[in-house]
């Protein structure tokens, strides 16, 4: 459009561009035929694609999503490129399906794996640090279950859908808070601290951590209702 024809505030050219009004009911009518096909393309991929999103099926989605924007809102493009997009996103995520059910190694290279962030209250620093995780996004998920500090997890996982997974410790035990300070329900563990760096435990607060070499050392804290022991 030559600068010329443009007037500011013709709201016609704001609202529709070079469309005529008319063409609002096409947009209508292809948004109802690529949102019955995008529902009916989900359905066949399975419910998992509804739950926490794989790698592969999250590329998925993205491609569904690219797929039906243009389709719906530009007026010189069809629809059937856009179908045989869907068509493509399906056959794409059931291969992918059928090719991990029967072997191990394409499901790891399609899926990834389950990779573990604490065993027995220590952080895994090496895993987090290969995964991306800083320590407050560990902590964060720690807190959305009610876990105060690393005494209380026997073991943390990473999903391959970024969800985590946490198993309890058979018995209490004191550890690194995941709180503010102040937090309720907390005692100090007398005599026990935690590296700030892994949570690994010890009798007192100088030289390095056996663990991981670290340095900073805090009061590690125990459930206020237990009298927890330090552990062997």
Same mark, same amino acid.
């Given at each position: 459009?030559?600068?010329?024809?443009?007037?500011?505030?013709?709201?016609?050219?704001?609202?529709?561009?070079?469309?005529?009004?008319?063409?609002?009911?096409?947009?209508?009518?292809?948004?109802?035929?690529?949102?019955?096909?995008?529902?009916?393309?989900?359905?066949?991929?399975?419910?998992?694609?509804?739950?926490?999103?794989? &790698? /592969?099926?999250?590329?998925?989605?993205?491609? @569904?999503?690219?797929?039906?924007? *243009?389709? $719906?809102? #530009? %007026? !010189?493009?069809?629809?059937?490129?856009?179908?045989?997009?869907?068509?493509?996103?399906?056959?794409?995520?059931?291969?992918?399906?059928? &090719? /991990?059910?029967?072997?191990?190694?394409?499901? @790891?290279?399609?899926?990834?794996? *389950?990779? $573990?962030? #604490? %065993? !027995?209250?220590?952080?895994?620093?090496?895993?987090?640090?290969?995964?991306?995780?800083?320590?407050?996004?560990?902590?964060?998920?720690?807190?959305?279950?009610?876990?105060?500090?690393?005494?209380?997890?026997?073991?943390?996982?990473?999903?391959?859908?970024?969800?985590?997974?946490?198993?309890?410790?058979?018995?209490?035990?004191?550890?690194?808070?995941?709180?503010?300070?102040?937090?309720?329900?907390?005692?100090?563990?007398?005599?026990?601290?935690?590296?700030?760096?892994?949570?690994?435990?010890?009798?007192?607060?100088?030289?390095?951590?056996?663990?991981?070499?670290?340095?900073?050392?805090?009061?590690?804290?125990?459930?206020?209702?237990?009298?927890?022991?330090?552990?062997?």
């Amino acid at each position: 459009m030559e600068q010329k024809q443009i007037h500011v505030f013709e709201w016609k050219r704001v609202l529709m561009g070079n469309l005529p009004w008319t063409f609002l009911a096409e947009v209508a009518f292809r948004g109802v035929l690529i949102y019955v096909l995008l529902l009916f393309a989900i359905r066949v991929m399975g419910k998992r694609v509804a739950g926490q999103l794989s &790698l /592969s099926e999250l590329a998925i989605m993205v491609t @569904l999503g690219a797929a039906i924007g *243009v389709p $719906m809102e #530009v %007026a !010189d493009n069809g629809l059937l490129p856009g179908i045989v997009l869907l068509l493509v996103a399906i056959v794409y995520q059931r291969g992918i399906g059928w &090719l /991990s059910f029967g072997n191990r190694k394409a499901e @790891l290279l399609t899926q990834g794996d *389950v990779v $573990m962030l #604490v %065993a !027995d209250g220590v952080l895994d620093l090496g895993t987090m640090k290969r995964v991306g995780l800083s320590h407050e996004r560990v902590f964060a998920a720690l807190r959305q279950v009610g876990v105060a500090h690393l005494g209380s997890v026997g073991r943390l996982y990473l999903e391959s859908s970024g969800s985590f997974s946490i198993f309890r410790s058979k018995g209490p035990q004191p550890g690194l808070p995941t709180v503010p300070p102040g937090h309720p329900g907390l005692a100090p563990a007398d005599g026990v601290f935690a590296c700030e760096r892994c949570g690994t435990l010890a009798e007192k607060q100088s030289g390095a951590c056996s663990h991981c070499h670290a340095h900073g050392w805090r009061e590690a804290v125990k459930d206020a209702e237990t009298d927890v022991p330090l552990r062997a």
